[in-house]
């Protein structure tokens, strides 16, 4: 089985040859999809939006395949970045708020039948508040999105988040906590 960064140095090579460099990159989105996709689920609570998020992740990953840098980050770490960037965007994007003022988030059909004896109204308010939640955190700066993202959706500890982000520990806690804070005054939970 060939590394993630001998598939990129295939993909890079093959660019103008498509079909050599699609199997390569068939290979390096089928290592990374279901994992990102659940990533992306997480902060969006809809299938169908983490859906299409997920596939333009995986574009934006190919387009800027050559500027990956193996010596700076691992594939995974970097995908995830670019993951947690796009999410970020959606949630500051005019589609989005406008999404929110003008209509609720859909119950999906297929998960009307996986959540049979589940109040589906529940899982209307789970998404909504999610949506709340990371609408009051992409009001932030990335790096204090990415720490929010990861110790909630990767569910490092702050020690990781540091280190991985070249913080210090305190920088970590103290970012993490001030946005708890505002969403606990910006978010409506009756819970």
């Given at each position: 089985?060939?590394?993630?960064?001998?598939?990129?140095?295939?993909?890079?090579?093959?660019?103008?040859?498509?079909?050599?460099?699609?199997?390569?990159?068939?290979?390096?989105?089928?290592?990374?999809?279901?994992?990102?996709?659940?990533?992306?689920?997480?902060?969006?609570?809809?299938?169908?939006?983490?859906?299409?998020?997920?596939?333009?992740?995986?574009?934006?990953?190919?387009?800027?395949?050559?500027?990956?840098?193996?010596?700076?980050?691992?594939?995974?770490?970097?995908?995830?970045?670019?993951?947690?960037?796009?999410i970020?965007?959606?949630?500051?994007?005019?589609?989005?708020?406008?999404?929110?003022?003008?209509?609720?988030?859909?119950?999906?059909?297929?998960?009307?039948?996986?959540?049979?004896?589940?109040?589906?109204?529940?899982?209307?308010?789970?998404?909504?508040?999610?949506?709340?939640?990371?609408?009051?955190?992409?009001?932030?700066?990335?790096?204090w999105?990415?720490?929010?993202?990861?110790?909630?959706?990767?569910?490092?500890?702050?020690?990781?988040?540091?280190?991985?982000?070249?913080?210090?520990?305190?920088?970590?806690?103290?970012?993490?906590?001030?946005m708890?804070?505002?969403?606990?005054?910006?978010?409506?939970?009756?819970?």
């Amino acid at each position: 089985m060939q590394s993630d960064n001998q598939l990129i140095r295939k993909i890079l090579r093959h660019r103008l040859r498509k079909n050599q460099g699609r199997e390569a990159a068939d290979e390096l989105t089928r290592r990374y999809y279901k994992e990102l996709y659940a990533y992306v689920f997480r902060q969006t609570g809809s299938r169908e939006l983490a859906m299409d998020l997920t596939q333009e992740i995986f574009i934006q990953i190919l387009q800027k395949l050559d500027a990956y840098n193996e010596k700076k980050a691992g594939f995974r770490t970097w995908a995830y970045r670019i993951a947690s960037n796009r999410i970020t965007d959606y949630y500051r994007s005019l589609t989005h708020r406008m999404a929110m003022l003008v209509e609720p988030l859909p119950v999906e059909d297929d998960e009307v039948i996986s959540y049979e004896g589940v109040d589906i109204e529940k899982i209307i308010i789970q998404r909504e508040l999610i949506c709340q939640v990371m609408s009051v955190v992409a009001q932030y700066p990335s790096q204090w999105v990415q720490i929010f993202q990861k110790k909630c959706f990767e569910e490092m500890t702050f020690a990781q988040i540091a280190e991985s982000m070249e913080l210090s520990v305190n920088t970590v806690k103290t970012r993490f906590y001030h946005m708890v804070k505002k969403i606990r005054q910006e978010v409506e939970y009756d819970g």
